[in-house]
C-alpha cells in the first residue's frame, strides 16, 4: 500500500516491552537506498533468537519490530541492485557487509559489522527502514525485521528462490534450519565415518539430524525432555533418543550406549549442558556451541582434559552458510527427498503471532511460521 506521501505503508507487530505481547500497529517503510530490496512479506519464521531478543536476554533496542526469516515478492528494488527484479521469489536471511576480511572470504556469518547490521535497530549508519508517525521506529533486524507485511532487506541478504515451492515452506530457511543443517555440513563437515551427538531437539537441532543422516553419520543421538520431539527425531533418523530428565546422569548414560562420540552439539543455550557436551567426545572430538545464550553466560572447564584428549569447542553462528549459496542447496536436498524440514513447521496466522510464540517457548511447536495474507 502506498500512502499518499508516495511512502509504502504496512503493518507490523511491534515488541514495546519484554513483558507486554507484541501489538500489530502501522508503520511506513522509509525510501530504498540504492542496494536495497523492498518486498511484501508472505510469511515468517519464528526463531528463537526472536524469543530472546523480546525478552532482552539478548538486548535490542525498543520498541522494535522483530523477523528475522522472512519470505515474500520483491516489489522494488535501489537502482544499483543486480541479479533481483520485481516480482521475484526471495528468501531473507541474515544481512552482512561484504568488505570486511570475514565476508570475502565467504564466511558472511562473521562479518566484522555484524552487530551493527543485524541487532542495532537500523542500517549500520544508524538510519532506520521504518517510521511511525513521524519518528524513527527500530527495524532492520537481521537486516530484514519480517514481522511485518512489508519490509526492507538488503541485497546481500536476500536470496532469489524458485516460484515452485510456498514461500510459507522456505520461510525458515533463512536462520534455524540453515543454522543447524550448516553447523554439521559446512562448520564440522560431518562425514559417514562420524558419530554424534545433538543436545536439543528444536528446529536448529532436528536441522543438524536431518544433515547428519543426510551425510550418513553413525550413530546420531539426539538429547530432548519433549516426548513428540523426540518421536519426530526417531522419525528423521535418529538412532538413539534420550530424555535427559529421565536418567540420573547424561554423560554415563551416552557412554553407555556409544562409548562417546566425535561430535556433540549445543543447541540448549544452557551453560550447564555444555560441559555435558565436553565430557561425551571421544579424544580429538569437537563440540559445538551453537545455541544462544544470555550475553553474561560463562562456563568453566578443565584446561588439563582439554589438552590431553585434544577436545575442541568452537562457536558457530549461522552454521557457517553464505545464504545465496546454502539455501538453494537445502532447497535442492528438500526437492530430492533428502532433507524434508517441512516435518518441523506449524503454520498461523499473522495475526496469531503471540499465540505462536507461546506454542514455541512451550516446546508444542518446532517452528512456528506465520503466514501475512491474514492482514494484508
Known amino acids: ?19 507486554e505481547p507484541l501489538t500489530f500497529e502501522k508503520i511506513t517503510l522509509q525510501p530504498l537506498r540504492e542496494d536495497e530490496v523492498l518486498i511484501k512479506i508472505v510469511a515468517s519464521g519464528l526463531c528463537h533468537t526472536d524469543f530472546v ?22 516489489v522494488e528494488t535501489g537502482r544499483a541492485v543486480k541479479g533481483l527484479s520485481p516480482g521475484d521469489h526471495v528468501v531473507l536471511s541474515f544481512n552482512s557487509c561484504g568488505e570486511c576480511p570475514s565476508c570475502e572470504h565467504e564466511l558472511p556469518s562473521y562479518c566484522y559489522n555484524f552487530m551493527a547490521n543485524n541487532f542495532s535497530g537500523g542500517r549500520s549508519d544508524g ?23 512489508m519490509a526492507i532487506a538488503n541485497v ?16 525458515p530457511l533463512g536462520c534455524g534450519i540453515q543454522t543447524g543443517a550448516g553447523t554439521v555440513l559446512n562448520s564440522l563437515s560431518v562425514t559417514d565415518a562420524n558419530s554424534i551427538a545433538i ?78 557436551c565436553i565430557d561425551i567426545l571421544k579424544p580429538l572430538g569437537t563440540c559445538a556451541l551453537v545455541g544462544a545464550a544470555p550475553a553474561d553466560a560463562e562456563v568453566n572447564i578443565n584446561i588439563m582434559e582439554m589438552l590431553s584428549t585434544g577436545k575442541k569447542i568452537v562457536g ?30 506449524d503454520y ?7 499465540e505462536a510464540v507461546k506454542a514455541q517457548v512451550s516446546g508444542q511447536s518446532i517452528k512456528p511460521v506465520v503466514h501475512m495474507e491474514y492482514l494484508l
Do not use: W
Request: net charge negative; charged share 20%; glycine share 10%.
Open 1 to 19: 500500500m502506498i500512502s499518499k506521501n508516495n511512502k509504502y505503508e504496512a503493518t507490523a507487530a511491534i515488541a514495546r516491552g519484554s513483558s
Open 53 to 74: 531478543c523480546m525478552q532482552q536476554i539478548l538486548p535490542v533496542p525498543m520498541p522494535i519490530v522483530l523477523g528475522h526469516e522472512g519470505a515474500g515478492v520483491i
Open 127 to 149: 538510519s532506520g527502514t521504518m517510521e511511525q508517525n513521524g519518528e524513527q521506529v527500530n527495524a532492520n533486524f537481521f537486516g530484514q525485521s519480517s514481522f511485518a507485511t
Open 156 to 171: 546481500r541478504n536476500t536470496v532469489k528462490v524458485s516460484k515452485d515451492l510456498p514461500l510459507e515452506m522456505l520461510a
Open 199 to 276: 543436545f536439543g531437539g528444536g528446529a536448529v537441532g532436528l536441522s543438524a539430524l536431518m544433515a547428519a543422516k543426510l551425510v550418513g553419520a553413525s550413530p546420531i543421538l539426539v538429547i530432548e525432555p519433549f516426548h513428540h520431539r523426540r518421536v519426530l527425531a526417531l522419525e528423521l533418523g535418529a538412532d538413539y533418543v534420550i530424555d535427559p530428565f529421565s536418567v540420573e546422569n547424561i554423560v554415563e548414560e551416552i557412554k553407555n550406549i556409544v562409548g562417546g562420540v566425535d561430535f556433540s552439539l549445543e543447541m540448549t543455550g544452557f551453560p550447564e549442558v555444555v560441559k555435558q
Open 316 to 345: 558457530i553462528v549461522e552454521g557457517d552458510s553464505d545464504p545465496k549459496v546454502f539455501i538453494p542447496q537445502l532447497i535442492k536436498y528438500y526437492n530430492e527427498g533428502r532433507f524434508p524440514f517441512n516435518r518441523l513447521i
Open 348 to 354: 498461523f496466522p499473522f495475526n496469531a503471532l503471540n
